[in-house]
C-alpha cells in the first residue's frame, strides 16, 4: 500500500554533513509517521530519529544535537539533516513508516560513509 524511497547517502569525510530524503507514495494512511533507523555492520538496527503524530521528534541521543529530522504532510516526504557526521554514524540508514510508532513500511536503505 506504501512505498518508501530514500535516497542522499554517500561518502564524507568527518565533520561533514548529507541530507536525506524519503517520499512516500501510494495509499498513505492518516496519522501516518515516519522516521528514520540505520544499522551498521555487525550491530543491531537503530532508532534514529522519527515523528510520533504532532509531538515534537524523538531522537537517539546519540544524534541529538547533530541531526535535525523534518517533514512535509503534504508532500509526505521526511528529510534527515546530518551534521557533524562521525565515523561511528557509518550504517544503512533505512527511513520507515507506519501509524503510530509503528514501522510496518521500509525503504530499501542507503549507506552512509563517515571516513576519519
Known amino acids: 500500500q506504501v512505498q518508501l524511497v530514500e535516497s542522499g547517502g554517500g561518502l564524507v569525510q568527518a565533520g561533514g554533513s548529507l541530507r536525506l530524503s524519503c517520499v512516500a507514495s501510494?495509499?498513505?494512511?492518516?496519522?501516518?509517521?515516519m522516521g528514520w533507523y540505520r544499522q551498521a555492520p555487525g550491530k543491531q538496527r537503530e532508532l534514529v530519529a522519527r515523528?510520533?503524530?504532532?509531538?515534537?521528534?524523538l531522537y537517539a541521543n546519540s544524534v541529538k544535537g547533530r541531526f535535525t529530522i523534518s517533514r512535509d504532510r503534504v508532500k509526505n516526504t521526511v528529510t534527515l539533516q546530518m551534521n557533524d557526521l562521525k565515523p561511528e554514524d557509518t550504517a544503512v540508514y533505512y527511513c520507515?513508516?507506519?501509524?503510530?510508532?509503528?514501522?510496518?513500511?521500509w525503504g530499501q536503505g542507503t549507506q552512509v560513509t563517515v571516513s576519519s
Open positions: 515523528f510520533i503524530n504532532f509531538d515534537a521528534p
Open positions: 520507515v513508516g507506519g501509524t503510530g510508532i509503528a514501522t510496518d513500511y
Open positions: 501510494g495509499t498513505v494512511p492518516a496519522l501516518f509517521n
